[in-house]
């Protein structure tokens, strides 16, 4: 079984598509959050708080009860167990923001080992999960709280793609550049995206452009935060002024 829970929602058995199955868009949320928190048991308020703003204690079973018992028609009786808990059953299944996380632990490894190759693939696995974003359309604290550990996990995959591309050389510079100048765009406080794209338009032959990100790092640290770029920052910058 394959869930994708971020993008458009969709789960596949055995080839066959089951999201279509689901009791409409509260089924959907259910699902979701279940999956999410599918390694521990969940209270059924904590359930209810998730899938309605306000829910009213006394209607939490009637509401619920009926989404639990379609989800088990499609999953199997077994796939939703307990009573004033609730834990999903699913053990073989692939879920993408799992795989994002193992994805990027691995990819961040290897970039410590300077293993640019091994490096590569991981990293663009959760940089394309990260970016397809979390449950576009809904709006909840638990869903919130899911995108930032995901832009999170998209800027660390940024990075650890940046830094592959780096290392390979070659043809692969490019995208260094353009992971260098996503981290810049998407976290303009984030020296390490700076640094990157820095390093790579050097390695491209572009020193000139290498050093006036240096100059754009500067005054927007300036401007927003009264301070200047790290030690870090300045001995690359000092390092490419040198080879000019």
């Known amino acids: 079984m394959r869930i994708q829970l971020c993008g ?11 999201d279509g199955l689901l009791p409409g868009r509260q089924g959907r949320l259910l699902l979701a959050y279940l999956v999410v928190n599918r390694h521990r048991q969940v209270p059924r308020d904590e359930l209810a708080e998730a899938l309605w703003r306000e829910p009213d204690p006394a209607a939490v079973d009637a509401r619920l009860n009926p989404l639990l ?34 994805a990027i632990h691995r990819a961040e490894s290897s ?39 995901l832009t999170e996990l998209r800027l660390r995959a940024l990075e650890c793609y940046a830094a592959a591309g780096l290392g390979i050389g070659g043809t692969e510079l ?9 981290l810049t765009r998407l976290a303009p406080l984030r020296e390490s995206g700076y640094r990157s794209l820095m390093q790579a338009l050097a390695a491209q032959g572009n020193l000139a452009e290498a050093l006036s990100v ?4 500067s005054e927007c640290l300036r401007d927003q935060l009264g301070v200047s770029p790290s ?14």
Do not use: C, N
């Not at 458009?8 to 089951?18: H, K, M, S, T, Y």
């Not at 379609?70 to 692939?94: C, D, I, M, N, Y």
């Open 8 to 18: 458009p929602l969709a789960v596949e058995r055995d080839g066959q598509r089951l």
């Open 69 to 102: 018992s379609k989800l088990r028609r499609v999953f199997g009786p077994s796939s939703v167990e307990g009573r004033s808990t609730l834990r999903l059953q699913l053990p073989a299944a692939w879920v993408d923001l799992e795989a994002a996380t193992d």
């Open 111 to 149: 970039v410590a080992q300077q293993d640019w190759v091994r490096s590569w693939g991981p990293a663009l696995t959760a940089l394309m999960v990260a970016e397809r974003g979390f449950l576009p359309g809904e709006d909840a604290p638990w869903i919130d709280e899911i995108r930032h550990q």
């Open 174 to 182: 490019a995208a260094a550049v353009r992971a260098g100048q996503q």
């Open 214 to 217: 240096y100059g754009q790092l």
């Open 231 to 244: 030690p870090a920052t300045r001995e690359l910058y000092q390092r490419l002024l040198a080879a000019t």
